[in-house]
């Protein structure tokens, strides 16, 4: 079982970035897809980038691409989204999660993720 903890949220002006972080405690996170998903009111969560178990491969949506950078780094067990050029509908909660039953062909689907953070607050003004 991987935990999650995500920070790194905040409230920005529009245009500015923000690095969001997610720790894993427990074994490891290594072998694992990882993702950030948003989720805003009224909305399903959806997938924001997706990132495979070596770090290799990564995937995003298409209203981020370009803007926002999912990276890993194992050693540490920490997943990082770098989020450049903020739009207001960036705005959001954040999640971390990890899908412990897969390590490439990674999904953008919140069900095929079977651990999950908290969630970090990102507003965009």
């Known amino acids: 079982h991987v935990q999650l903890v995500e920070s790194g949220g905040g409230s920005v002006e529009a245009g500015g970035s923000l690095r969001l972080s997610c720790s894993a405690s427990?074994?490891?996170?290594?072998?694992?897809?990882m993702a950030w998903f948003r989720q805003v009111p009224g909305k399903e969560r959806e997938g924001v980038a997706i990132?495979?178990?070596?770090?290799?491969?990564?995937n995003y949506d298409d209203s981020v691409k370009g803007r926002f950078t999912i990276s890993r780094d194992n050693a540490k067990n920490t997943v990082y989204l770098e989020m450049n050029s903020l739009k207001p509908e960036d705005t959001g909660m954040y999640y971390c999660?990890?899908?412990?039953?897969?390590?490439?062909?990674?999904?953008?689907?919140?069900?095929?993720?079977?651990?999950w953070g908290q969630g970090t607050q990102v507003t965009v003004s």
């Open positions: 999660a990890a899908d412990t039953r897969h390590r490439e062909y990674c999904r953008n689907t919140a069900n095929e993720y079977n651990n």
């Open positions: 427990g074994y490891t996170m290594r072998n694992y897809c």
């Open positions: 990132i495979s178990a070596s770090g290799r491969t990564s």
